[in-house]
């Protein structure tokens, strides 16, 4: 297909796709530097092998997990002009979301109640990737969320239509990558030590 083909409109949106595409690439990027480090460092003689992540972190999956689903549905109900039902699924988003990030500063205490902090006398340096890598996909599901909030004012401005939800499908995709990205972070975390 030729990029410059198409009314001003789709062009827009195949360039503000593209834009998001490049962003989320150098968070992949980013955070794979992060893991990288993570094992090359659990070669250091101060690394904790047999720590267990907190219950808290699980939670936090499920949850992540579950807003995804509920994205999904809302996008499926604004497709099928059904705008109470899109409301719904986005609220419902909008506080998994809101869970999510509450079970992720629930499992940061649990790491701190077992007597591990990020920095000073108690800290190790395991537990500093733990939490660098958290926080920073924290600071990212606010991102998500801030979008989410934009999507649910232009929602209930009726800028999308059926035909018409860019911002909805670019704010979704966007929600998908950080919840597909926690899920590969909990599973690294969990299995390499």
């Known amino acids: 297909m030729d990029l410059t083909q198409g009314t001003l409109e789709e062009k827009h949106g195949r360039a503000k796709k593209m834009m ?3 962003g989320i690439i150098s968070l992949i990027m980013s955070f794979a ?3 990288s480090a993570f094992v090359v460092s659990s070669t250091r003689p101060d690394w904790l092998s047999d720590f267990q992540l907190p219950n808290a972190f ?4 499920v949850v992540i997990i579950s807003s995804s689903i509920t994205f999904i549905l809302a996008k499926k109900a604004l497709k099928n002009n059904q705008r109470q039902q899109t409301t719904f699924w986005l609220f419902t988003t909008l506080i ?3 869970v999510f990030i509450a079970s992720q500063f629930l499992g940061f205490q649990q790491i701190i109640d077992l007597g591990y ?3 000073g006398p108690t800290s190790n340096i395991t537990m ?4 660098l890598i958290a926080v920073v996909h924290i600071l990212h599901v606010i991102v998500g969320l801030i979008c989410l909030l934009v999507v ?3 929602h209930f401005k009726q800028k999308y239509q059926p035909t018409k939800m860019l911002g909805m499908e670019l704010a979704a995709t966007f929600w998908h990558f950080i919840d597909i990205l926690w899920i590969y972070l909990f599973l ?5 030590k």
């Open 152 to 154: 649910i004012y232009n």
């Open 20 to 22: 998001l595409w490049f």
């Open 117 to 119: 902090n990020f920095t």
């Open 33 to 35: 530097g992060w893991t």
């Open 96 to 98: 998994l979301g809101i």
């Open 128 to 131: 500093s990737y733990i939490y």
């Open 58 to 61: 699980i939670i936090s999956t």
């Open 188 to 192: 690294f975390l969990y299995f390499v």
